[in-house]
């Protein structure tokens, strides 16, 4: 709800087909995450809270509003998420390592930050104990095959800038900068990082009842969830894409949390979350 009154009253702008596709896509991502948790079980009981919390975080953050690229990104990571997950403890997962490969290609296309996934969704393999040189090579071919594609377009039209300017520019991922957050960014990151050491304790300390598989899924998300907090404070090539990214993870551990918790003191926090979201969108950036 308060995403459709914040997208409903915000200022569309110049371009409301943007701003329209970007609300269509960040909807889907949300069906997409309760999609992806009830396939593979990421979160024991069933639960709209992966959706709810997505749909609150980046519907509560005017920068979000117009964010095609990031949006884009962070609907193909899901994509790849779900798709690493029906990879585990599977060793003949050649085809699968490659569909995610050539996703993160094209992803790159248009935001080259997203080939520093790769290592993740390799990580991802090996923490699921379905990865092997089959698998890893199948992972990487993803990118060269993308590439000589584009290369035989080029060929094939006589346009060879097509392809040349289409090549990785690695000079974009080298600039660190320091962090330039206004107030309200970094009162959400402190808030985030907080509720995510919540989520990681029960995870990491109280999930012996747990299902392996839901552990291993939860525990990974975790680690992207963290690697990608530490692109956005780098602000490696923009922050609001790593934003609408890292919030897919974190959807998944917030709603892990609250659904788990059945103190009065998780209701209360609860409570204080959306009130926190829902208050800090009316505070300009």
């Not at 206004?182 to 009842?209: D, H, N, T, Y």
């Amino acid at each position: 709800m308060a995403f459709l009154v914040f997208r409903l009253t915000a200022d569309i702008g110049e371009n409301p087909f943007i701003f329209w596709s970007v609300a269509l896509i960040q909807m889907a991502i949300a069906l997409l995450l309760l999609f992806l948790t009830q396939t593979f079980i990421v979160i024991r009981q069933r639960t709209l809270l992966p959706a709810f919390f997505y749909l609150l975080t980046v519907g509560t953050t005017p920068a979000h509003f117009y964010d095609l690229r990031g949006s884009v990104c962070a609907l193909i990571i899901v994509v790849c998420l779900f798709l690493l997950f029906s990879t585990y403890q599977d060793k003949n997962v050649q085809g699968t390592a490659f569909n995610f490969s050539v996703l993160l290609t094209l992803g790159s296309l248009y935001w080259l930050p997203m080939l520093l996934f790769f290592p993740l969704f390799w990580y991802g393999l090996y923490h699921f104990r379905s990865l092997n040189w089959r698998t890893f090579f199948a992972g990487l071919m993803g990118f060269p095959v993308v590439y000589l594609f584009l290369l035989t377009w080029s060929v094939h039209t006589g346009d060879w800038d097509f392809f040349i300017d289409r090549l990785p520019d690695f000079k974009v991922l080298y600039p660190i900068h320091f962090p330039d957050f206004s107030p309200q960014e970094w009162l959400k990151l402190v808030f985030i990082i907080f509720l995510c050491i919540l989520a990681g304790f029960r995870i990491f300390m109280s999930g012996i009842s747990e299902k392996i598989r839901t552990m291993a899924m939860l525990s990974y998300l975790y680690v992207f969830a963290v690697v990608v907090c530490l692109f956005l404070f780098l602000q490696l090539a923009g922050k609001t894409e790593w934003a609408l990214i890292v919030y897919v993870p974190i959807s998944f551990l917030l709603a892990h949390y609250f659904t788990l918790s059945t103190q009065k003191s998780a209701g209360w926090l609860l409570f204080i979350v959306i009130l926190f979201f829902l208050i800090t969108g009316f505070i300009p950036g």
